[in-house]
């Protein structure tokens, strides 16, 4: 007993360094799985450090140390595995050897291996995906415990004379067994306490950036316009906790939500030094309050006392700052600082991709316009040839055709959707039909076979028309008895299949789709793309002279059926 109240008390020394470790970034690095060297090496370090301290602080008895010196070996395997565990004992242990005694190379090699012991229970535990577990106040009295079992076992062994390492043994094992197990499960429990609390506050912020995020990105479809800086502020300030949020562009207020909302006023000119300072430098800058307070050059007795001020670039252009404030009677925290940084970058790229949705929608936008471009007066062409012909031999039949051009065109000018539904589609290329069976009479046969539970699908404006007229100006030249083109549309698993198949089997299938002759059958390829990924587009196969098929594969999803 009076062995164990000592040791006790050396216990008490390492909960405080525990407690002191655990406040330390060296600890934080350690929950971390992208350690540097240097963070490495000062683990290392420190729990040496400690281990060696043990030794110093050992009780002489029958010429060898009591001592808690396992609990850093210990804790430097089970937090870093066993490398770790093995530098830290054999550094304690070559110390231990150097301090003589009967038992110095028992102690030795006992050091060492205790710190592999508790190192082969790290490895196992994160090789079966068990690595919370390491920080268990119950795992490490039970690995410290095995450990200074095997220290005794190995004094027995390796000690001389054994009657004096025996009536050692008899001394110190239950003391130095239970006080050190106790002491590495203190050790332990207070590391564990603060791990916890990290990833509840990360978890709790990831949550709230995940939050924001997804609140977000429907208000960014508009850009940084309109009434979205007064909506993202509330969001910032609600999420965030502070007392007052402010969104500015490079000149002027766009938000402010929060304590001392009455005289920071919408609209009005920035007007504070450090607003000014970060959109000239687009650095952040931080005013915390104490050695820095915040000055409100709007009112003398402001309630805000200190601010983050954050600038807002997108794509390398400055569009304004975001500004968290605390009033006087708060303090900033350091962790809503932090969180503030992030979360800006965050929005800076909500807006970044906002902005390349934007620019992409153009672009899309400008493609129908070519389409359109290329299809009308190609085809306009054609058909006042053939309207000219009709005209001298049936006026009536021309007159008809004049009206199905009339209504064909004013479809065209009428149809800015970039998509449109099948049954749109099909009721589009109705009159394009009706000009070209007229122009070629007999020598040409359409057959529209497509499912009529599809009519409500999709697809992009302009997608049946350029394909029905690559089969028709390539195919006509080719086949001397008519030909016959085919529409299809039917459903594949979770796909639309749209097929345009004549029988002349023209299409050189040495060129690609992608930079197909004419512009349509690209532009058609490229725009099913971008709109659902590159699985889907265009194909195209051939048997020369005898079948072409052009097909069209779509996804069926919520997003491009209409109910």
């Given at each position: 007993?009076?062995?164990?109240?000592?040791?006790?008390?050396?216990?008490?020394?390492?909960?405080?360094?525990?407690?002191?470790?655990s406040?330390?970034?060296?600890f934080?690095?350690?929950?971390?799985?992208n350690?540097?060297?240097?963070?490495?090496?000062?683990?290392?370090?420190?729990?040496?450090?400690i281990?060696?301290?043990?030794?110093?602080?050992?009780?002489?008895?029958?010429?060898?140390?009591?001592?808690?010196?396992?609990?850093?070996a210990?804790?430097?395997?089970?937090?870093?595995?066993?490398?770790?565990?093995?530098?830290?004992?054999?550094?304690?242990?070559i110390?231990?050897?150097?301090?003589?005694g009967?038992?110095?190379?028992?102690?030795?090699?006992?050091?060492?291996?205790?710190?592999?012991?508790?190192?082969?229970?790290?490895?196992?535990?994160?090789k079966?995906?068990?690595?919370?577990?390491?920080y268990?106040?119950?795992?490490?009295?039970?690995?410290?415990?095995i450990?200074?079992?095997?220290?005794?076992?190995?004094?027995?062994?390796?000690?001389?004379?054994?009657?004096?390492?025996?009536?050692?043994?008899?001394?110190?094992?239950?003391?130095?067994?239970?006080?050190?197990s106790?002491?590495?499960a203190?050790?332990?429990?207070?590391?564990?306490?603060?791990?916890?609390?990290?990833?509840?506050?990360?978890?709790?912020?990831?949550?709230?950036?995940?939050?924001?995020?997804?609140?977000?990105?429907?208000?960014f479809?508009?850009?940084?316009?309109?009434?979205?800086?007064?909506?993202?502020?509330?969001?910032?300030?609600?999420?965030?906790?502070?007392?007052?949020?402010?969104?500015?562009?490079?000149?002027?207020?766009?938000?402010?939500?929060?304590?001392?909302s009455?005289?920071?006023?919408?609209?009005?000119?920035?007007?504070?030094?450090?607003?000014m300072?970060?959109?000239?430098?687009?650095?952040?800058?931080?005013?915390?309050?104490?050695?820095?307070?915040f000055?409100?050059?709007?009112?003398?007795?402001?309630?805000?006392?200190?601010?983050?001020?954050?600038?807002l670039?997108?794509?390398?252009?400055?569009?304004g700052?975001?500004?968290?404030f605390?009033?006087?009677?708060?303090?900033?925290?350091?962790?809503?600082?932090?969180?503030?940084?992030?979360?800006?970058?965050?929005?800076?790229?909500?807006?970044?991709?906002?902005?390349?949705s934007?620019?992409?929608?153009?672009l899309?936008?400008?493609?129908?316009?070519?389409?359109?471009?290329?299809?009308?007066?190609?085809?306009?062409?054609?058909?006042?040839?053939?309207?000219?012909?009709?005209?001298?031999?049936?006026?009536?039949?021309?007159?008809?055709?004049?009206?199905?051009?009339?209504?064909?065109?004013?479809?065209?000018?009428?149809?800015?959707h970039?998509?449109s539904?099948?049954d749109?589609?099909?009721?589009?290329?109705?009159?394009?039909?009706i000009?070209?069976?007229?122009?070629?009479?007999?020598?040409?046969?359409?057959?529209?076979?497509?499912?009529?539970?599809?009519?409500?699908?999709?697809?992009?404006?302009?997608?049946?028309?350029?394909?029905?007229?690559n089969?028709?100006?390539?195919?006509?030249?080719?086949?001397?008895?008519?030909?016959?083109?085919?529409v299809?549309?039917?459903?594949?698993?979770?796909?639309?299949?749209?097929?345009?198949?004549?029988?002349?089997g023209?299409?050189?299938?040495?060129?690609?789709?992608?930079?197909?002759?004419?512009?349509?059958?690209?532009?058609?390829?490229?725009?099913?793309?971008?709109?659902?990924?590159q699985?889907?587009?265009?194909?195209?196969d051939?048997?020369?002279?005898?079948?072409?098929?052009?097909?069209?594969?779509?996804?069926?999803?919520?997003?491009?059926?209409e109910?």
């Amino acid at each position: 007993m009076n062995l164990f109240i000592p040791l006790l008390q050396q216990m008490a020394v390492f909960a405080v360094i525990a407690y002191l470790y655990s406040k330390t970034s060296g600890f934080k690095t350690v929950l971390s799985s992208n350690q540097r060297t240097r963070d490495i090496l000062f683990t290392y370090i420190f729990f040496s450090s400690i281990t060696i301290f043990g030794s110093y602080m050992g009780l002489p008895i029958h010429d060898a140390l009591a001592n808690t010196r396992a609990i850093g070996a210990v804790m430097a395997g089970l937090i870093g595995g066993p490398i770790l565990g093995g530098a830290v004992g054999l550094t304690a242990g070559i110390h231990r050897y150097m301090m003589g005694g009967f038992t110095d190379v028992a102690c030795g090699l006992s050091t060492t291996a205790e710190g592999i012991i508790a190192g082969m229970f790290h490895y196992y535990y994160m090789k079966h995906g068990k690595g919370d577990q390491i920080y268990s106040y119950r795992l490490a009295f039970i690995v410290t415990f095995i450990s200074e079992a095997v220290q005794m076992l190995i004094i027995l062994i390796v000690a001389q004379p054994f009657t004096e390492a025996l009536a050692l043994v008899q001394v110190i094992a239950l003391p130095m067994m239970l006080s050190n197990s106790f002491g590495a499960a203190l050790f332990i429990s207070i590391l564990g306490d603060q791990k916890s609390m990290v990833d509840e506050y990360g978890a709790l912020f990831s949550k709230k950036a995940l939050r924001v995020a997804d609140k977000s990105l429907h208000l960014f479809s508009r850009g940084l316009t309109e009434d979205v800086p007064v909506k993202l502020a509330k969001l910032l300030k609600k999420e965030i906790g502070v007392s007052a949020v402010a969104i500015t562009d490079q000149s002027t207020i766009l938000a402010f939500e929060g304590v001392g909302s009455e005289h920071h006023k919408v609209g009005s000119p920035v007007a504070s030094p450090s607003t000014m300072q970060s959109i000239k430098t687009r650095k952040v800058i931080f005013l915390d309050g104490a050695k820095e307070p915040f000055k409100c050059p709007l009112k003398r007795d402001c309630p805000l006392n200190s601010v983050l001020v954050i600038p807002l670039e997108v794509d390398g252009e400055l569009i304004g700052t975001i500004q968290l404030f605390e009033s006087k009677s708060k303090r900033f925290l350091n962790i809503n600082k932090s969180f503030g940084e992030g979360l800006v970058s965050l929005l800076s790229t909500q807006l970044f991709i906002a902005k390349y949705s934007d620019q992409k929608r153009l672009l899309v936008e400008s493609e129908l316009k070519l389409l359109q471009a290329q299809i009308n007066p190609h085809f306009l062409f054609n058909t006042l040839n053939t309207i000219l012909s009709v005209t001298r031999v049936a006026p009536d039949k021309a007159i008809e055709l004049i009206q199905h051009l009339s209504n064909m065109f004013r479809k065209n000018l009428k149809r800015q959707h970039l998509v449109s539904r099948l049954d749109e589609e099909l009721d589009h290329i109705n009159s394009y039909l009706i000009i070209e069976k007229a122009r070629f009479e007999k020598h040409l046969d359409v057959k529209i076979e497509v499912d009529p539970s599809l009519m409500h699908i999709k697809i992009p404006s302009f997608t049946l028309q350029p394909l029905l007229e690559n089969a028709i100006k390539h195919g006509m030249s080719q086949v001397m008895g008519g030909l016959r083109v085919v529409v299809k549309g039917y459903r594949d698993g979770e796909n639309v299949i749209i097929e345009v198949q004549d029988n002349a089997g023209a299409f050189d299938e040495s060129v690609n789709v992608s930079d197909a002759e004419g512009l349509g059958l690209a532009i058609v390829d490229k725009r099913i793309k971008n709109m659902w990924g590159q699985d889907y587009g265009l194909e195209v196969d051939c048997v020369k002279d005898e079948i072409t098929t052009i097909k069209v594969t779509i996804p069926v999803n919520e997003a491009n059926i209409e109910i």
